[in-house]
């Protein structure tokens, strides 16, 4: 025998060989690895497609519920600056007008015995402010006088049936 066919596994001449002189048992035991690695392949692949679609939609959701939020908060602080312009003092006394409202006298207390502390009394309305000062009549100028009103001239209808309406 010789180097070669020692080192490869054959005991004489063509043992284990195809006509060509390769051995086909090898490469009948590497076809189910090679299966095995495609289809690890093929699953991983498919697996990162599915992940990756998977945090996308998380992304797109995420976008979403972010400008949700923008919008709610934007509202959020529109109605807080409503809040604040009604629950200012002056907003509050004008409503309290509007309403017939008037300010109350000094405080009475009740205690805990039943005793009254302090004068009970009515509230009674402010005194109407003064109207403001008018200004003296303005005299209309002489020109103006002996004018007539100038009258708007504005299209009168013309009735449905006359011959002017275009048709």
């Known amino acids: 025998m010789t180097k070669r066919g020692l080192l490869r596994g054959g005991g ?67 109605l807080q600056r409503d809040v604040d312009g009604y629950s200012a003092p002056d907003a509050l006394q004008r409503r309290a007008h509007e309403l017939g409202l008037v300010p109350g006298g000094s405080p009475v207390f009740i205690g805990p015995d039943g005793k009254v502390a302090g004068t009970p009394a009515a509230a009674e309305a402010p005194p109407a402010p003064a109207p403001p000062p008018s200004a003296p009549p303005v005299s209309p100028s002489p020109a103006a006088a002996s004018a007539p009103p100038a009258v708007a001239a504005s299209p009168t209808p013309s009735p449905a049936g006359s011959p002017s309406s275009g048709r």
């Open 12 to 78: 004489g001449a063509g043992a284990g060989q195809g006509p060509s002189g390769q051995g086909t048992s090898g490469q009948a035991a590497r076809m189910p690895f090679v299966l095995l690695v495609v289809a690890l392949l093929g699953g991983g692949l498919i697996s990162l497609l599915l992940l990756n679609s998977a945090l996308n939609q998380g992304s797109f959701q995420l976008s979403k519920l972010k400008k949700e939020t923008t919008v709610l908060r934007d509202e959020q602080q529109e």
